[in-house]
């Protein structure tokens, strides 16, 4: 077990509105969006089966393309992952993209303007 694995397991997430103590992942909102980048991406990994370097990928990429600002980047990750899995992904299994077929299906999803408000 790698010490980044450990570290997975050992993560509790806040409850909604509240700050500081251990509970049940929140639930997708302005929560999840504040986590900080490794409670964030680990919430990304239970919840779609993303890992870091994906997620890496993703957020560069989003963020190369002018998305800023990390909330809204952080939405559009949920947003897109989301699509992802309802593309007949079954929950709870890895997302895997072929070579390069991530940056083409990011480009088609921002392009085809389904980025959160």
């Known amino acids: ?8 397991e050992d993560v509790t997430f ?7 103590q251990a509970g049940t992942p929140p639930q997708e909102g302005a929560d999840v969006l504040q986590l900080p980048d490794l409670l964030f991406v ?9 890992n870091r370097g994906i997620y890496n990928t993703i957020d560069e990429w989003l963020y190369r393309s002018g998305i800023l600002e990390i909330t809204k980047r952080r939405q559009t990750v949920i947003a897109f992952l989301s699509e992802q899995q309802r593309q007949g992904r079954p929950p709870g ?25």
């Open 1 to 8: 077990m790698t010490a980044y694995s450990a570290l997975q």
């Open 14 to 20: 806040p409850p909604a509105g509240s700050a500081g």
């Open 42 to 50: 680990t919430y990304c990994f239970r919840t779609f089966g993303l």
């Open 93 to 117: 299994t890895y997302l895997k993209f072929g070579k390069g077929a991530l940056t083409g299906l990011l480009h088609d999803f921002v392009t085809n303007g389904v980025q959160p408000e």
